[in-house]
């Protein structure tokens, strides 16, 4: 699986967007673009996936270059909850007969701080 | 979103004996899980890929005898540390893969995680 760059740590105001960056310009064709987040003590919680086109659900907007060699995730109204470790990952996520061995593959990813 | 749950939350053990951890998909089925640990301050690391009805596949440097997974149904997955030493004390992360389609994707979702203490 590709591997991808995000800043170490970002600050956000509440109740603005915040905008996350990844890098992953190694991606290749049948890879997603996959990102998660970890608060405190918690298991990863998914976000948002998207393979070439932007994507948008209740939690976020998921932007993706053109080329797929970066994206950006989107929340559009930072709250004081969204504080989180925010990782984006790269994984081949389906193959024929609806298996997938990819790996979900962590890296540091992007601590978030929201403050008031 | 699907709901993958974990039990129990957290646990303590005294050295040398072994611990289960469940895995439950509870409202898809699942025929990969994958464990992860993840010590203080860290990244989660995989441990091992869990298909249903095979063997696991374990990561490099992650011992298969004294970390027994086993997925014996679509919705289950466990794991269990043998002979468990205070160096095993970690938390230990489930995920369960729900299958998409081609245009969509697969999604993987994570379990609450489990605290191990080994006294």
């Known amino acids: 699986d590709a591997k991808t760059t995000q800043p170490t740590s970002m600050d956000c105001a509440e109740g603005r967007a915040a905008n996350l960056p990844c890098n992953h310009s190694?991606?290749?064709?049948?890879?997603?673009v996959y990102w998660y987040r970890q608060i405190h003590s918690q298991g990863p919680q998914y976000i948002i996936h998207?393979?070439?086109n932007n994507e948008t659900n209740e939690m976020a907007s998921l932007i993706i270059t053109e080329d797929r060699k970066s994206s950006t995730l989107i929340l559009p109204h930072a709250t004081l909850r969204d504080t989180a470790v925010y990782y984006c990952?790269?994984?081949?996520?389906?193959?024929?007969?609806?298996?997938?061995?990819?790996?979900?593959?962590f890296g540091q990813g992007t601590i978030l701080t929201v403050h008031p | 979103g699907a709901v993958v749950s974990q039990h129990p939350s957290w646990v303590i053990c005294k050295s040398g004996t072994s611990v289960k951890i469940e895995c439950r998909s509870l409202?898809?089925?699942?025929?990969?899980m994958f464990w992860y640990r993840q010590f203080p301050k860290q990244s989660l690391m995989l441990m091992a890929t869990?298909?249903?009805?095979?063997?696991?596949?374990?990561e490099q440097g992650v011992e298969k005898d004294k970390f027994l997974i086993n997925h014996a149904s679509l919705t289950l997955s466990t794991l269990t540390v043998t002979s468990a030493h205070p160096e095993d004390s970690s938390f230990y992360i489930c995920?369960?893969?729900?299958?998409?389609?081609?245009?969509?994707?697969?999604?993987?979702?994570f379990g609450e995680g489990s605290w191990l203490t080994v006294v």
């Open positions: 409202d898809f089925q699942a025929t990969t």
């Open positions: 998207g393979l070439k």
């Open positions: 869990s298909n249903e009805g095979s063997k696991a596949t374990y």
């Open positions: 990952i790269v994984r081949v996520s389906w193959e024929w007969g609806g298996t997938s061995y990819g790996k979900l593959t």
């Open positions: 190694t991606i290749s064709g049948n890879e997603y």
């Open positions: 995920s369960a893969e729900s299958t998409g389609g081609p245009t969509s994707g697969n999604t993987i979702y």
